[in-house]
């Protein structure tokens, strides 16, 4: 099931989310202020006009990103035009100043396997690599060169390899903090925004279903057979649930043995129809793979969006509905009607048994 459809976009291509850390984009256009700017001036005023205009070009550019994420919360130029134009202004300044200019390349490079993603930042610095090295062979004897090159491909070397496994640590932490370790299913603290999206989806007619499904006869399966069991009986349930369903749906494992599924824009009649189909692979799945905990079936509860409508209640709806298959004999699938307002077991009308 993809996790995204509905909650915030994960982005795993940066080290740092560039719209949350502030910090870092300010540190780094503070730093590039204090640098660039007087530089483009300096270059400007002793004649070397086309170093001076990339310096200010590439400056001006990075503030507009900046303030593009600061206000917009969105990217307005992209990456490619600060990249192009800081490439253009290190090959610049070594061409004009020589081995001076190639000590500044060095925390160029760290900073653009930190920030930028991946591919782009290889491929940035190795055409900046690869520029530097060209200008800078008229200035210096070739052994300094060659050891130039070497130090610069051993420091965006160790820089890509190290960030690339703390991206990857991030990718695996961030996997941790959102989804249950036993089933791979969604964890609450990432319930409450997505039904809030889905809420407001209902408000331009994109109306849609959750419901609560509970394992019916779990803990008897855990008196009997232990945990270990369990454990496995869940998992069939989580694998029939994401075989059924589309990917865009969203299962949320609340606790023990109840789920909450957030069907992605589906009518009350669908979301029954995939249910049912649930509740009779369940059954199919146990009873094939685990016979001795054959007695475990489903009761589902489910309730459709309503615009406006505060999540809290939307749930307790579906709750409701639940309340009313378990007492209602179990394995049974029940919906509450939106028509009704009143939160009471009444309001709760049986669809199939």
């Known amino acids: 099931m993809d996790s995204l459809t509905f909650s915030v976009k994960h982005q795993d291509n940066e080290l740092f989310d560039l719209y949350k850390h502030r910090r870092v984009l300010t540190f780094i256009l503070v730093v590039t202020l204090a640098t660039f700017v007087p530089l483009g001036v300096k270059n400007l005023f002793i004649g070397e006009i086309g170093l001076g205009f990339f310096l200010l070009a590439f400056e001006l550019s990075l503030m507009i990103e900046v303030i593009a994420i600061f206000r917009l919360k969105r990217q307005l130029l992209g990456y490619f035009p600060p990249l192009f134009l800081l490439c253009i202004s290190i090959v610049l300044s070594i061409n004009v100043f020589g081995t001076l200019a190639t000590y500044w390349v060095f925390p160029v490079v760290m900073t653009i396997v930190f920030i930028v993603p991946p591919k782009m930042a290889m491929l940035t610095n190795a055409l900046i690599i690869v520029g530097s090295v060209i200008a800078a062979i008229p200035h210096q004897a070739h052994m300094v060169t060659l050891r130039y090159v070497l130090a610069l491909l051993i420091c965006a070397s160790i820089a890509h390899v190290v960030i690339g496994a703390m991206r990857k640590l991030q990718r695996d932490l961030c996997e941790l903090s959102i989804k249950d370790s036993l089933t791979g299913a969604l964890n609450r603290n990432q319930m409450d925004d997505s039904l809030l999206m889905a809420s407001e989806k209902a408000k331009v007619g994109l109306g ?58 589906r009518c009350v009649e669908s979301a029954v129809a995939v249910a049912h189909m649930i509740s009779k692979r369940v059954i199919e799945g146990i009873t094939e793979r685990f016979p001795e905990a054959s007695g475990v079936t489903l009761s589902i509860g489910i309730a459709e969006s309503i615009a406006a409508e505060d999540p809290e209640i939307w749930v307790k709806r579906a709750d409701l509905a639940l309340y009313d298959a378990k007492h209602s004999g179990k394995n049974q699938i029940k919906v509450f009607a939106p028509e009704h307002s009143s939160a009471t077991s009444k309001a709760v009308v049986p669809l199939f048994s």
């Open 208 to 265: 849609t279903c959750i419901a609560l499904i509970d394992i019916d006869n779990f803990k008897k399966v855990n008196d009997q057979h232990g945990h270990d069991m369990g454990d496995k009986v869940i998992k069939v349930v989580v694998e029939q649930i994401n075989m059924n369903c589309r990917k865009s749906d969203l299962l949320f494992r609340l606790g023990g043995d109840e789920f909450l599924l957030l069907f992605d824009t």
